[in-house]
């Protein structure tokens, strides 16, 4: 029986890993056509010249660096707090955020955001996206943090506070750095899906705001352009490094 | 002691009310409004927007999209099962094979399904190659369909299925089988009769997280399936865009969130949230 369970794991590793693999060679094809031309660096060339993807790329980076600094701030700070004691509303707030279908909370903020409007004069933009990019990564950082927090030893705090150390002072000068790889680790995740997320980001993007999953979006929808293959591969080698950092960090 | 505890928490529960309860309160007031002359809402309160759910048109996207994420949570189940039970039984290699389930699933969900527009389109990788062999004449149309919506889901949602059967394989007591095997049952037997009975928890987590995410899902029908396979999602992002009904596209998001949390209690009741 293991040799047959064997041979379905490499079907279904290939169905996983495949796609992409094909996606990452044929980025390389000289041809624009699905026939293999010999090797060439041409869509790359095509990609780093386009201006729109360039902008895209900067905003995309932009937004995920507040998204990650704001998100694993907030998210370290509540998971801490509720290590302290718990708090049934927050707890449930997040735990309903992360399982609400984004396209929900996508709707819910642009409606939230035009309402606001109304009173407010501002318009859609890095601003709105950045938001809402921290509310939906919150849940995230919460969960890898608090995973380490339960294991963490509160004895050590209480030794801080007994040698006269304010709360703040035992947080930061000793529970803070022992959080740190978690910390990283949930950082790398606010980055990755806020760098990644379209559905949410289309809907409160303004104009000035366009980023690189929804310029990717409209070339896919517009027809097959190898472009989109090049800029695909460099996203999956990117971020897949720092999946594996991420994963990495947690083990310890 | 409270003081720290409030200040730490001040951040992420102000973020949350502002932008998650706040939000999910306006959507919900707006489910009972009436459409507004330029597409916002007005004052009427009405149940309007829930009796519209029953109208056939609306009606048979709602079914499909509970349809398609019940076949699509049946076949992750069939193809997660096997892949949990080799992963469990590697040995030494475990990490690196989960690992293999894992990095996939946080790799761009857009470029994930955008691959699999690229293998099945007419002039795709797939119908190329079947020319190319002689195999077919015309290209098979495999994109724009239900079959494509099907195989996108199965590919994004397949790890939620595997990491929750594997962590019940982990926590199986291995005696049993040992025990089994002693007293004669052959290893199918075993399997079938010992393994994946006392599996069930992880393949009911499993299954209602693929099902909640299918469910859910707006980017694979979006860009795998055609106009006759769009399921809630699509609906209600095309009411808040371009049917410009938010209203109804309020009740929609209501009744698909209901729907989650309904799915999702027995889990919690079972103390079995996972993620948080």
Redesign the interface.
Same mark, same amino acid.
């Given at each position: 029986?293991?040799r047959w369970?064997?041979l379905?794991?490499v079907g279904?590793?290939a @169905?996983?890993?495949l796609?992409?693999a094909?996606?990452a060679v044929?980025s390389f094809n000289s041809s624009r056509?699905?026939?293999w031309e010999g090797f060439s660096l041409t869509w790359y060339r095509a990609a780093f010249a386009d201006t729109q993807l360039g902008e895209a790329t900067i905003n995309s980076f932009l937004i995920a660096l507040a998204a990650t600094v704001l998100a694993t701030?907030? !998210?370290t700070?509540?998971a801490? !707090?509720?290590w302290?004691?718990g708090?049934k509303w927050?707890?449930t707030?997040?735990? /309903?955020?992360?399982?609400?279908?984004?396209?929900?909370? !996508?709707?819910? /903020?642009?409606? @939230?955001y035009q309402?606001m409007f109304r009173y407010l004069r501002i318009q859609l933009g890095m601003h709105t996206v950045i938001?809402?990019h921290?509310?939906f990564s919150?849940?995230y950082v919460?969960?890898v943090v608090?995973a380490r927090l339960r294991t963490f030893d509160a004895s050590q705090e209480e030794a801080a506070l007994d040698l006269g150390a304010t709360?703040?002072q035992a947080?930061f000068h000793v529970t803070l750095p022992q959080l740190l790889p978690a910390v990283i680790s949930a950082a790398l995740?606010v980055f990755?899906v806020s760098f990644?997320d379209?559905?949410i980001t289309s809907?409160v993007a303004g104009v000035d705001s366009e980023t690189l999953?929804m310029v990717?979006?409209a070339m896919?929808?517009r027809g097959?352009n190898p472009t989109?293959?090049a800029i695909?591969t460099l996203?999956?080698v990117g /971020? !897949?490094v720092l999946?594996?950092a991420g994963?990495r960090l947690r083990?310890k | 002691m409270s003081r720290v505890r409030t200040w730490a928490l001040a951040p992420a529960g102000g973020l949350l009310i502002l932008l998650f309860l706040i939000p999910m309160a306006i959507v919900t007031s707006y489910s009972w409004m009436t459409r507004g002359p330029y597409g916002g809402v007005a004052a009427p309160l009405t149940w309007e927007n829930y009796a519209r759910l029953f109208d056939p048109l609306y009606f048979s996207i709602l079914i499909r999209s509970l349809v398609y994420a019940g076949i699509a949570t049946g076949i992750c189940v069939l193809m997660g099962f096997p892949l949990a039970l080799f992963i469990s039984r590697s040995g030494g290699r475990k990490n690196f094979y989960l690992g293999l389930v894992i990095v996939p699933f946080w790799t761009s969900f857009l470029v994930r399904t955008y691959a699999w527009m690229f293998l099945l389109r007419d002039t795709g990788l797939i119908n190329t190659a079947l020319q190319a062999l002689g195999v077919i004449g015309e290209p098979l149309p495999l994109l724009y369909n239900p079959f494509a919506v099907m195989v996108g889901l199965v590919y994004g949602y397949l790890p939620f299925m595997v990491l929750p059967i594997f962590s019940t394989l982990e926590r199986l007591d291995r005696s049993l089988l040992e025990a089994a095997a002693d007293l004669g049952a052959r290893p199918l037997d075993a399997l079938f009769r010992i393994t994946v009975p006392l599996c069930k928890p992880g393949i009911l987590a499993g299954s209602v997280l693929v099902y909640i995410s299918c469910l859910g899902a707006y980017l694979t029908p979006d860009l795998l399936g055609g106009g006759k396979t769009i399921m809630i999602g699509n609906l209600v992002q095309n009411q808040f865009t371009t049917a410009r009904d938010w209203p109804f596209g309020a009740a929609l998001s209501l009744i698909l969130m209901l729907a989650v949390m309904a799915l999702l209690l027995p889990l919690v009741r079972r103390g079995n949230e996972g993620l948080l």
């Open positions: 029986m293991s369970l064997s379905y794991a279904a590793y @169905f996983l890993h796609p992409l094909v996606l044929f056509f699905t026939t701030a907030a !998210g700070l509540c801490y !707090g509720l302290k004691r708090s927050i707890t707030s997040l735990y /309903l955020s992360l399982v609400t279908p984004e396209i929900v909370i !996508g709707i819910a /903020l642009l409606a @939230f309402w938001l809402a921290v509310m919150l849940a919460v969960t608090a709360e703040w947080f995740l990755i990644d379209f559905v809907l999953p990717i979006y896919a929808r097959f989109v293959n695909s996203i999956v /971020l !897949g999946i594996v994963e083990e | -």
